[in-house]
């Protein structure tokens, strides 16, 4: 049988996790991007009864007794290496959002001082005057 | 005096303390000019920086120390400054002491001066793992870089235009700007000198290093980034090397 009962647990794990990760894709909750190393994942349960053989030669070659324990591993280290990738595009988003929150406090103050200068270049002026400096403050909102 | 100075001072839930160092400087350091970085305090600091008329810097949402002290950095660098004055909001540091910062930094070309609690011995009481922190820090540096610096921990610096334009970009400034920036510094060819300064005791609020976890957390982050600093010491360390 080429689906061997002791790998339909992989095989089924596979096959929801490639279902959950396709549908959030299609529904835009989940990068297409990110979702490859997932799907690869998947892919690598799905099909792990078709190289069964191989992975029994190479988990008695590295003396895993229970060939099924080694995916496991394998799958353990795939985990690893995606929380790696986390912790470094949180690190990156982490960065970006310290530096937009400190462009817009000084941005913010700029815009502040500019219509301080307005205001005061406004008192003791015509009605023309402070109509045209009330598009130009309009003009720095927008 | 002919060069633009910056004071820039971190404020964190300072509403009783601001006063004192903003009176201060205008008092005694008149040529400057004054950034207060509001770092999303909880209490009235906004109101009490409107009440005292001075430039300030809001911050939407906490970043704690460094990322108060690199937003003011970032104006500094935006509005042209030939230097940055760190001044803590806490009351602590003292304009009168900042114009031997100053003074220093023209005279001896140097890109950062730090204002030193230990140099001399000054009235200042430091508690005892304080002390210690500070000593190992100082120990670490020194095997380091080579360069004797005694007060590592020091928030009164003065930081030149290469040093300003440094600490601006991003990532270039670290959470605990301490020990690991100053050896970072010097690694990189930056000269930094010390200069002795009489600082005082916080009188309100609560230090950012209060506690018993917080300091233990500083420390071993400072070690950590140091044994980091010492690794990449190993690799790229030229004489006058400057990245």
Request: some cysteine; aromatic content about 12%.
């Given at each position: 049988m080429l689906y061997n009962l002791r790998y339909m647990p992989f095989v089924v794990i596979g096959v929801i996790t490639l279902v959950v990760f396709i549908r959030h894709v299609i529904k835009n909750k989940f990068s297409e991007k990110e979702s490859i190393i997932w799907a690869i994942a998947a892919f690598i349960m799905i099909l792990s009864p078709l190289y069964m053989d191989y992975v029994d030669r190479l988990a008695h070659l590295v003396g895993v007794d229970y060939p099924p324990a080694l995916i496991f591993a394998l799958l353990f280290i795939l985990v690893f290496f995606l929380i790696y990738r986390q912790s470094a595009a949180t690190h990156k988003l982490n960065e970006r959002i310290i530096e937009l929150i400190q462009l817009n406090a000084v941005y913010e103050k700029e815009l502040r001082d500019l219509r301080e200068k307005v205001n005061t270049e406004t008192k003791g002026k015509g009605k023309n005057d402070i109509a045209e400096q009330a598009v130009f403050e309009e003009s720095i909102d927008a | 005096?002919?060069?633009?100075?910056?004071?820039?001072?971190?404020?964190?839930?300072?509403?009783?303390?601001?006063?004192?160092?903003?009176?201060?400087?205008?008092?005694?350091?008149?040529?400057?000019?004054?950034?207060?970085?509001?770092?999303?305090?909880?209490?009235?600091?906004?109101?009490?920086?409107?009440?005292?008329?001075?430039?300030?810097?809001?911050?939407?949402?906490?970043?704690?120390?460094?990322?108060?002290?690199?937003?003011?950095?970032?104006?500094?660098?935006?509005?042209?400054?030939?230097?940055?004055?760190?001044?803590?909001?806490?009351?602590?540091?003292?304009?009168?002491?900042?114009?031997?910062?100053?003074?220093?930094?023209?005279?001896?070309?140097?890109?950062?001066?730090?204002?030193?609690?230990?140099?001399?011995?000054?009235?200042?009481?430091?508690?005892?793992?304080?002390?210690?922190?500070?000593?190992?820090?100082?120990?670490?540096?020194?095997?380091?870089?080579?360069?004797?610096?005694?007060?590592?921990?020091?928030?009164?610096?003065?930081?030149?235009?290469?040093?300003?334009?440094?600490?601006?970009?991003?990532?270039?400034?670290?959470?605990?700007?301490?020990?690991?920036?100053?050896?970072?510094?010097?690694?990189?060819?930056?000269?930094v000198e010390e200069v002795s300064c009489i600082m005082k005791e916080r009188t309100d609020g609560v230090s950012m290093h209060a506690g018993i976890v917080k300091p233990i957390k500083y420390v071993i982050k400072n070690i950590y980034s140091l044994l980091i600093i010492f690794i990449i010491g190993i690799f790229v360390r030229r004489p006058n090397n400057v990245i």
């Open positions: - | 005096m002919n060069d633009r100075v910056l004071f820039v001072i971190p404020a964190y839930n300072e509403e009783y303390n601001i006063s004192r160092p903003v009176n201060d400087i205008r008092a005694n350091f008149k040529d400057a000019d004054i950034i207060v970085v509001n770092d999303c305090s909880k209490d009235n600091t906004l109101g009490a920086l409107k009440k005292l008329d001075v430039g300030y810097l809001d911050h939407p949402v906490n970043l704690g120390y460094s990322g108060a002290v690199q937003t003011g950095i970032k104006y500094a660098k935006r509005n042209d400054y030939d230097y940055v004055i760190q001044f803590d909001g806490d009351g602590q540091h003292l304009a009168s002491e900042a114009h031997k910062l100053y003074d220093m930094i023209k005279t001896s070309g140097a890109n950062i001066v730090i204002g030193s609690r230990f140099l001399e011995k000054t009235e200042y009481k430091h508690s005892f793992f304080r002390r210690l922190g500070t000593k190992l820090f100082a120990f670490l540096i020194k095997i380091i870089t080579k360069k004797k610096i005694t007060d590592p921990t020091s928030g009164l610096q003065i930081l030149d235009r290469k040093t300003i334009e440094k600490y601006s970009q991003p990532g270039q400034y670290p959470e605990f700007p301490d020990a690991n920036l100053i050896a970072k510094m010097l690694l990189f060819g930056y000269k």
